[in-house]
């Protein structure tokens, strides 16, 4: 299962068996340790095996198809989130071994190239043979791939999640009454599957089930891109552990976050938008079709602040003297790919007292006719979505807060501050209910590799946007807003084709930088213009320069990367 790739023609590697088993939800209980440049601690995956979710995403896509194309944009099963990986953009030109195997009387459906039927694929199932999807053994038994790179794995068990208390209303068959596999994997299958209404007893149970005792460590092995994990007598996914804990710490040279100071020389650690993503800060299922959510605990020193792409504004809770902990939430499933983290010692810049706007504050205004389009129409999976939320129609800007190194405050202040909600609410003006229900902006480090990036629930700005004046950093604070709808709610097929959010945001920065600006039609249209011809000489410029491969797009050897946008 090893492989070697080349950084200059080969894409990241997708190793995870997707097409067997989900993982539906993670639990993450870590340390940052600044002197060893180590993050250590757990991660409890809660899965799905291949069964229920294939029935779920046949379900879900005849909904679709009895809906209208505005309410179930692009066919597919969740039309909020970036869709599934088209595993026929994979390339065979190398060759290993297909790992997608059926069990004794099961038809294998894969053609010759490894990829499956399209009545498969259209259910969000994809494999090839650069993709090792390891499925049924027939005799042999099941292995659970997730993909890990530079990753210390100390141990995997299974949890005991029938021994917390109340876990017993999960239970239907009265018959089950003896603890056992099937006993603790029917009570997963009922927790991960509660209604969307019921999300928070749901994560409340996660947690609780994540701490429970191990039931027996199980048998794992790594290589390059992968964690290879499986139990004694399962030979399926169906009879596979479906809560496992997993013990592991990352390695200081680890490619998923980067260890450096910030401008005020203090340490800091954040997720850079790296090409390996996040499968070298946690083990994880990359492939787009994986959809999950998330919660997490995170301890560090008192003296740092924790940001993470969760759902609500965490505070410190003080653990003992010179500890802190912050716990982060994602009830909307998301690609493993969009979870970001940023640990330093970072300030919060707020407006001076005598100013009469609040950055925080949620400010009502008259629902547009999008927004009661919008409502009640989604086709996605079930979970707590804003879109059908009226509530959220009239949120014109949501609550915001912004972060940065002390010697920055001052900065942001006269410039970043004051641009957020004019931006937020020009982008509602245009395209209605903001996905996401609050938004962190954080200047991060000088050694961050672009102007922004965007996240769910969070931003990374360069400090260079606070001194070109308002118009550089308006623009590029529209267009990471922009990406909240194209590039995190909603996204092509697949990785080749990440131009598309680019240029939906590209092209909204203009239109919402517009209207926050309150320009007049004739105005906008000639700032627009003018910034379009400027675009077209830099292309022009870059094309001269580039080598001939640069100018064509290539489809992916092996998988997709990239779960966060510029």
Same mark, same amino acid.
């Given at each position: 299962?090893?492989?070697?790739?080349?950084?200059?023609?080969?894409?990241?590697?997708?190793?995870?068996?997707?097409?067997?088993?989900?993982?539906?939800?993670?639990?993450?209980? =870590?340390?940052?340790?600044?002197?060893?440049?180590? @993050?250590?601690?757990?991660?409890?995956?809660?899965?799905?095996?291949?069964?229920?979710?294939?029935?779920?995403?046949?379900?879900?896509?005849?909904?679709?198809?009895?809906?209208?194309?505005?309410?179930?944009? $692009?066919?597919?099963?969740?039309?909020?989130?970036?869709?599934?990986?088209?595993?026929?953009?994979?390339?065979?030109? /190398?060759?290993?071994?297909?790992?997608?195997?059926?069990?004794?009387?099961?038809?294998? &459906?894969?053609?010759?190239?490894?990829?499956?039927?399209?009545?498969?694929? +259209?259910?969000?199932?994809?494999?090839?043979?650069?993709?090792?999807?390891?499925?049924?053994?027939?005799?042999?038994?099941?292995?659970?791939?997730?993909?890990?790179?530079?990753?210390?794995?100390?141990?995997?068990?299974?949890?005991?999640? +029938?021994?917390?208390?109340?876990?017993?209303?999960?239970?239907?068959?009265?018959?089950? &009454?003896?603890?056992?596999?099937?006993?603790?994997n029917q009570i997963v299958r009922e927790l991960v599957t509660l209604p969307a209404n019921r999300w928070r007893e749901q994560l409340d149970y996660y947690a609780r089930c994540s701490q429970a005792a191990g039931c027996g460590e199980l048998l794992f092995d790594t290589d390059t891109w992968s964690l290879?994990?499986?139990?004694?007598?399962?030979?399926?996914?169906?009879?596979?552990?479906?809560?496992?804990?997993?013990?592991?710490?990352?390695?200081?040279?680890?490619?998923?976050?980067t260890w450096t100071s910030d401008q005020s020389g203090r340490p800091c650690v954040y997720t850079v938008g790296s090409p390996v993503n996040n499968r070298a800060l946690f083990p994880c299922q990359e492939p787009p079709v994986a959809m999950s959510t998330w919660q997490a605990t995170v301890r560090a020193?008192? *003296?740092? /602040?924790?940001?993470?792409?969760?759902?609500?504004?965490?505070?410190?809770?003080?653990?003992? !003297?010179?500890? *802190?902990?912050?716990?982060?939430?994602?009830?909307?499933?998301?690609? +493993?790919?969009?979870? &970001?983290?940023?640990?330093?010692?970072?300030?919060?810049?707020?407006?001076?007292?005598?100013?009469?706007?609040?950055?925080?504050?949620?400010?009502?205004?008259?629902?547009?006719?999008?927004?009661?389009?919008?409502?009640? /129409?989604?086709?996605?999976?079930?979970?707590?979505?804003?879109?059908?939320?009226?509530?959220?129609?009239?949120?014109? @800007?949501?609550?915001?807060?912004?972060?940065?190194?002390?010697?920055?405050?001052? +900065?942001?202040?006269?410039?970043?501050?004051?641009?957020?909600?004019?931006?937020?609410?020009?982008?509602?003006?245009?395209?209605? &209910?903001?996905?996401?229900?609050?938004?962190?902006?954080?200047?991060?480090?000088?050694?961050?590799?672009? =102007?922004?990036?965007? *996240?769910?629930?969070?931003?990374?700005?360069?400090?260079? @946007?606070?001194?070109?004046?308002?118009? $550089?950093?308006?623009?590029?604070?529209?267009?990471?807003?922009?990406?909240?709808?194209?590039? $995190?709610?909603?996204?092509?097929?697949?990785?080749? !084709?990440?131009? =598309?959010?680019?240029?939906?945001?590209?092209?909204?920065?203009?239109?919402?930088?517009?209207?926050?600006?309150?320009?007049?039609?004739?105005?906008?249209?000639?700032?627009?213009?003018?910034?379009?011809?400027?675009?077209?000489?830099?292309?022009?410029?870059?094309?001269?320069?580039?080598?001939?491969?640069?100018?064509?797009?290539?489809?992916?050897?092996?998988?997709?990367?990239?779960?966060?946008?510029?």
């Amino acid at each position: 299962m090893d492989m070697q790739l080349d950084p200059a023609g080969d894409d990241l590697p997708l190793m995870a068996n997707t097409s067997h088993i989900l993982v539906k939800h993670y639990v993450l209980d =870590l340390d940052v340790d600044f002197e060893s440049q180590v @993050i250590e601690g757990t991660i409890v995956l809660f899965l799905e095996d291949g069964d229920r979710f294939k029935k779920q995403n046949r379900s879900v896509e005849e909904a679709c198809q009895s809906e209208s194309n505005k309410g179930c944009k $692009l066919g597919m099963p969740e039309p909020c989130h970036v869709p599934v990986t088209n595993a026929r953009t994979f390339s065979s030109e /190398v060759e290993y071994n297909d790992c997608a195997i059926c069990s004794k009387g099961e038809k294998d &459906t894969s053609d010759k190239d490894g990829n499956h039927d399209n009545q498969e694929h +259209a259910a969000g199932i994809s494999s090839s043979k650069r993709c090792c999807d390891t499925g049924n053994h027939g005799s042999e038994e099941f292995l659970l791939v997730l993909d890990c790179c530079d990753l210390s794995v100390l141990k995997v068990e299974e949890v005991d999640v +029938a021994a917390v208390p109340g876990m017993e209303k999960f239970t239907r068959s009265p018959e089950l &009454t003896v603890v056992s596999e099937e006993l603790r994997n029917q009570i997963v299958r009922e927790l991960v599957t509660l209604p969307a209404n019921r999300w928070r007893e749901q994560l409340d149970y996660y947690a609780r089930c994540s701490q429970a005792a191990g039931c027996g460590e199980l048998l794992f092995d790594t290589d390059t891109w992968s964690l290879q994990i499986r139990k004694t007598g399962a030979q399926t996914a169906t009879d596979f552990p479906h809560a496992i804990r997993i013990w592991y710490k990352t390695k200081p040279e680890g490619r998923s976050v980067t260890w450096t100071s910030d401008q005020s020389g203090r340490p800091c650690v954040y997720t850079v938008g790296s090409p390996v993503n996040n499968r070298a800060l946690f083990p994880c299922q990359e492939p787009p079709v994986a959809m999950s959510t998330w919660q997490a605990t995170v301890r560090a020193a008192a *003296s740092f /602040v924790v940001l993470m792409s969760g759902e609500n504004s965490a505070k410190p809770t003080q653990l003992w !003297e010179g500890c *802190s902990s912050w716990y982060y939430y994602v009830t909307m499933p998301m690609p +493993a790919s969009t979870f &970001t983290i940023a640990v330093g010692c970072w300030t919060e810049v707020k407006m001076e007292p005598c100013s009469s706007g609040d950055s925080a504050t949620e400010t009502p205004f008259s629902p547009s006719e999008a927004d009661f389009r919008r409502v009640g /129409v989604c086709s996605h999976m079930e979970y707590p979505c804003r879109f059908q939320n009226a509530s959220a129609t009239t949120q014109q @800007i949501i609550p915001h807060r912004v972060f940065a190194p002390v010697c920055l405050t001052g +900065a942001c202040q006269e410039t970043l501050l004051q641009l957020i909600p004019p931006c937020l609410s020009a982008a509602h003006s245009v395209l209605g &209910t903001h996905p996401f229900s609050r938004l962190d902006v954080l200047i991060v480090p000088a050694n961050f590799p672009s =102007l922004g990036m965007a *996240s769910p629930h969070i931003m990374f700005l360069s400090q260079s @946007i606070l001194t070109g004046g308002s118009h $550089l950093c308006g623009t590029r604070l529209c267009h990471e807003i922009a990406h909240a709808w194209f590039g $995190l709610a909603l996204g092509a097929r697949d990785w080749t !084709e990440e131009w =598309l959010s680019e240029g939906f945001a590209s092209h909204l920065e203009d239109v919402f930088w517009a209207a926050a600006q309150q320009l007049a039609p004739r105005e906008a249209r000639e700032q627009q213009e003018l910034r379009a011809c400027l675009r077209w000489r830099r292309l022009q410029d870059e094309m001269q320069s580039s080598p001939a491969e640069m100018q064509v797009l290539r489809f992916p050897h092996v998988g997709g990367h990239s779960g966060n946008f510029s």
